[in-house]
């Protein structure tokens, strides 16, 4: 609406975290996506557990959210807020029942069985980021999990473009049409599943996996392409 839309332009959003975190990625993907203006403030790991971070955020993670007199903390809450408040178009978060809760489906996939992909990256490079030594048993266990589940991504991957896509479901495999398609609509059950991909796309064992998989893999070069997603990952403070 316009009052939305006059209201976030004169009461920009703080988000507070690191740009390189992989949940402070959700947040910044949805109001990406949403075209909300915000306030990206950094927030130093060592200051996570400071009496002005707990106050946001009492777990001491990130990110936290500040609306104006409205404060939020967890990632997918957070995304949600965004979606559900100031995406005007109403095309990440649809208030369609079915549609909605197929949205939410797949936002509990990657929530409950896609994790393997966060511990994989756990044990393989967050623990060297903070030197430490993974455990390479745990991520081998992880990678054969997270196979299992690519395995159904694809499937569903290969009669729709999007996790919840059914606008792009008749171009099939047709890669121009896609190409020329990329800036339709992306779902909130897309954005959640992007963070972590990204990450393992990093390490080369990991992207040979993905690629494995032609509808993920096509997947991911549709959404990585997006302007939205390049501004987010371009910028990586820890």
């Known amino acids: 609406?316009?009052?939305?839309?006059?209201?976030?332009?004169?009461?920009?959003?703080?988000?507070?975290?690191?740009?390189?975190?992989?949940?402070?990625?959700?947040?910044?993907?949805?109001?990406?996506?949403?075209?909300?203006?915000?306030?990206?403030?950094?927030?130093?790991?060592?200051?996570?557990?400071?009496?002005?971070?707990?106050?946001?955020?009492?777990?001491?993670?990130?990110?936290?959210?500040?609306?104006?007199d409205f404060q939020l903390y967890e990632s997918r809450a957070i995304s949600r807020y965004i979606a559900s408040q100031y995406d005007v178009k109403g095309t990440l978060y649809p208030n369609e029942p079915r549609q909605r809760a197929l949205i939410e489906q797949w936002i509990s996939v990657e929530q409950s069985y896609f994790r393997a992909a966060q511990e994989i990256a756990v044990e393989l490079i967050f623990s060297k980021l903070f030197g430490k030594q993974g455990d390479e048993e745990k991520a081998r266990q992880a990678t054969e999990r997270l196979k299992s589940v690519l395995e159904v991504l694809d499937q569903h991957l290969s009669t729709s473009t999007y996790f919840v896509g059914n606008q792009l479901t008749l171009a099939g495999n047709n890669e121009l049409y896609i190409a020329l398609c990329i800036m339709i609509l992306i779902l909130h059950s897309d954005i959640v599943f992007m963070p972590f991909t990204n990450l393992l796309y990093s390490l080369p064992d990991h992207a040979k996996l993905f690629n494995s998989f032609k509808h993920f893999e096509r997947w991911w070069r549709l959404v990585s392409e997006r302007p939205t997603w390049r501004n987010i990952s371009s910028q990586s403070e820890f």
């Open 1 to 68: 609406s316009l009052l939305h839309l006059s209201y976030k332009m004169s009461h920009p959003i703080k988000l507070f975290g690191l740009r390189g975190s992989v949940f402070t990625r959700y947040a910044l993907m949805t109001l990406e996506e949403a075209g909300v203006p915000y306030d990206m403030q950094l927030v130093p790991i060592d200051q996570l557990k400071s009496p002005e971070h707990l106050a946001r955020h009492p777990f001491s993670k990130m990110p936290a959210l500040q609306d104006r």
